[in-house]
Each structure stands twice: as structure tokens, then as C-alpha cells.
């Protein structure tokens, strides 16, 4: 059976999608996380232990938001953390690794891999919310990721409306280039698990329409990441910190459709 090493697991959903799929083929290895108390910076594998590498480094630094945090006089607190997730995939020397983050955020660069990349939402893999991201494959021979789309929604050419209130990212919604109208745009959780869009309406090609905001409830946003109501039910962790952990995680769809991707990309 192979080996893959997760790295920034979280709450371990891009893992759960990864045993689903390569249930009886592959075990998943969890390193340390900022969740647990754990720190990449001074964990190290052994190579040629580990078949693949998985995993999101903290993305705060790539997100809109952090242009707030800057404006205020700091930086984002957990700063780039994706060289540590290169120098741990350099350390492993895998068939390949995959790496999820925000579409903003720089390509991971390993001597001896080649890397292609691919841009994915939720919904266009059957999810409900919107979620965006990047997913770089690295491989000896770069080998490319075909997703299977299941489309709520098409995958389509789309741009970023930000909305003025000063979520950043927290708030961004996505529409249809040339498009001047939605109404009852999808939900979408942001990095703090805390607030979602429940109606929007863009009535003019300039953006200008309403926006309501509410607080997610927890059982809201598993459910929205593809989880049971119940899925933290006995977790120690304030509800706040459930919503945090949970909005940071890949909503299973998303890794489903990605998990599919690499088995099919690495036994072509």
C-alpha cells in the first residue's frame, strides 16, 4: 500500500476526499499543523518513504484580505509558509505532490518536477458554494489534472466582484463576464467561517444592487462542505473555532473531483 504525507491537514478534509478515493490503495499520513499546535518549520521526512504529498499551506497572506491587514499596520500572521511545504516535498522526493491554495498564491517550485496547475470552484464539481481555488500538480514529467465536471454551474471564463464592505475575499462573489444580472448568487465561506451571502442582487452593469450578510451556524457550514450536521459535534473547540476550522478546509466535492484527477493522471 502507498503512502501519502498531508501537510497543513486542518481538520483533514482534503484527506478525507484522498482515503475515499484511494481507499484499499493508499494510507494517509498526517503532519503537523498550527491547529495541534504543530510546526512545519521543524518537521522533517525521511526520502523515498512517501508515494505523494498533499496539502494547503495558510492563505492568508495571498488573500485580498490581507491588504486590510496591511493597511492597519500588520501583516498577516502566519506569513508564506508554501517554501516549507517545497523543502518538505524536496526532503520526501515523491512520484507527486499537490498543493491547494487561493488562487493568488505563487506555484510551488521543486528542483527535479515540472508543475501544472489548474483552477477549479465547488460548484463546477457538484458542490453548493462557491469556493475557488489552485491546485498545483507536480510530477516527474508533468503530467496535467483532467477534473470530471458535474456542473451546478458551467466552467466558465469568470472575474472577481468585490463587494465594498471590507471582506475581501470573505465577501467576494463570482458572475459571468458580460453577465449584468444575478439574483440568489450561492452561498460562499469565507476564511473565517463566519459570514455568507444569502441574497444578492447586481440590478445595473456597474455592480450596484444589495447584499445581506448573516452568520453561518455550524451545522450551515458543514453541510455546505459537503459534511454531516453532527461532523465536530464532540470537538473541544469554541464555535468560533469550529467555523474556522471548518470554512479552511476543501470542501469535499472539490476533493473528490481532485482525488479522481490525480489517480487518474498518476496510473495513466
Request: glycine letters at 12%; aromatic letters at 8%.
Amino acid at each position: 500500500m502507498h503512502v501519502i504525507l498531508s501537510l497543513f491537514p486542518g481538520i483533514g478534509l482534503l484527506d478525507r476526499a484522498f482515503e475515499e478515493i484511494f481507499v484499499g490503495e493508499a494510507c494517509i499520513v498526517r503532519g503537523p499543523d498550527l491547529l495541534w499546535g504543530g510546526d512545519i518549520r521543524r518537521f522533517h521526512v525521511p526520502r523515498g518513504v512517501f508515494w505523494g504529498v498533499i496539502g494547503g499551506p495558510p492563505c492568508q497572506m495571498f488573500s485580498r484580505l490581507a491588504n486590510l491587514v496591511r493597511a492597519n499596520g500588520h501583516e498577516p500572521r502566519f506569513g508564506n509558509l508554501i517554501p516549507e511545504y517545497e523543502r518538505v516535498v524536496a526532503e520526501a522526493a515523491p512520484a507527486w505532490f499537490l498543493m491547494e491554495n487561493v488562487p493568488a498564491a505563487p506555484v510551488p517550485v521543486v528542483d527535479g518536477y515540472e508543475v501544472r496547475e489548474i483552477m477549479l470552484d465547488n460548484r463546477w464539481v457538484g458542490g453548493e458554494q462557491m469556493r475557488k481555488r489552485r491546485f498545483s500538480f507536480g510530477t516527474r514529467d508533468g503530467r496535467p489534472l483532467a477534473v470530471d465536471y458535474v456542473a451546478l454551474e458551467e466552467p466558465v471564463a469568470f472575474e472577481t466582484v468585490i463587494s465594498g464592505n471590507g471582506f475581501g475575499n470573505d465577501s467576494e462573489y463570482y458572475k459571468r463576464v458580460g453577465q449584468a444580472v444575478i439574483s440568489g448568487a450561492p452561498p460562499l465561506i469565507g476564511g473565517s467561517g463566519k459570514i455568507k451571502r444569502t441574497a444578492t442582487t447586481v440590478t445595473s452593469s456597474d455592480g450596484g444592487g444589495s447584499v445581506k450578510m448573516v452568520r453561518y451556524s455550524i451545522g450551515e457550514a458543514t453541510r455546505l462542505q459537503g459534511l454531516s450536521e453532527d461532523f465536530l459535534a464532540d470537538a473541544p473547540f469554541t464555535k468560533g473555532g469550529k467555523l474556522k476550522a471548518i470554512a479552511n478546509g476543501v470542501p469535499l466535492p472539490m476533493g473528490r473531483a481532485i482525488a479522481k484527477a490525480v489517480k487518474a493522471a498518476i496510473v495513466a
